[in-house]
């Protein structure tokens, strides 16, 4: 009787813990669905370094001496190439910076109006064009005109951030696992935003341009009298200086 009540009394005891462990790795293959986010840095450069579009300010430098008033040809130029710009990317008036009281006062005054005048016979409207007339820090120093306007640009962050050495390092644990180090892909990146004609080019695709009705009309013809369509340039045998090949 004794044997018994201590047989009971073991498997009251035994049970209890069998379940207890059957319940815990149960509970461990219960997957949740839950993805671990890690705060490392992106792989990624475009990432790690993203291209941002953002508003700018692009500027034109006009030196002016106190002997001559008015502009130079390649100065013209400039300012004509200026207005052309203004007009396609532009995202608000343009701001002319023109010193007083300095030596060259009177030719920076002379010089203005004759960029006035450039700017507005090439396209940009009288309301498109600010005066603004300031005093240089140093007033016996020569100043110049500044021309400066707002544009959509393609800006990056900036390079040169080392936070890990690039070696073996007890500071550097992702060297071990062959990641490419934080300041990869940066300049590539920079450069990138740096050439990018059109910033909008980034987040979508331009809209189609009208066709060369003169030229597709020409094209149609030939194909329909059963011509060619290609393009013949009877020039073009002239500049060749051997005949290998024929």
Known sequence: MGKTTATRRYRSLL???????????????????EQIVT??????????????IEEG???MMIFVGHGRGGLTAEQRND????ARNWIREGTGAIVADVPVDTPNARAAASAYHEVRSILLARGVPARGLVLHQYHPDDPRFFANIRLTYPKIKAVTGPCGVWPEDLGPSVLNPSYNDNK??????????HNLAAMIDNPADLE????????????RSEAFEKYRKG????????????????????
């Open 15 to 33: 049970l209890p813990g069998i379940f207890a462990g059957l319940s815990l790795a149960l509970g461990a293959c219960t997957y949740t669905g």
């Open 227 to 246: 011509e060619s369509t290609t393009t013949t340039y009877p020039e073009a045998d002239r500049a060749k200086l051997s005949d290998t090949g024929k």
């Open 39 to 52: 705060g490392e840095i992106p792989e990624d450069v475009r990432q790690r370094h993203p291209i941002a």
């Open 79 to 82: 300012v004509a190439g200026l």
């Open 204 to 215: 979508q695709p331009r809209s189609e341009t009208a066709a060369y009705t003169a030229r």
């Open 180 to 189: 490419p180090y934080y300041n990869f892909g940066c300049a590539t990146q």
């Open 57 to 59: 300010q692009h500027s």
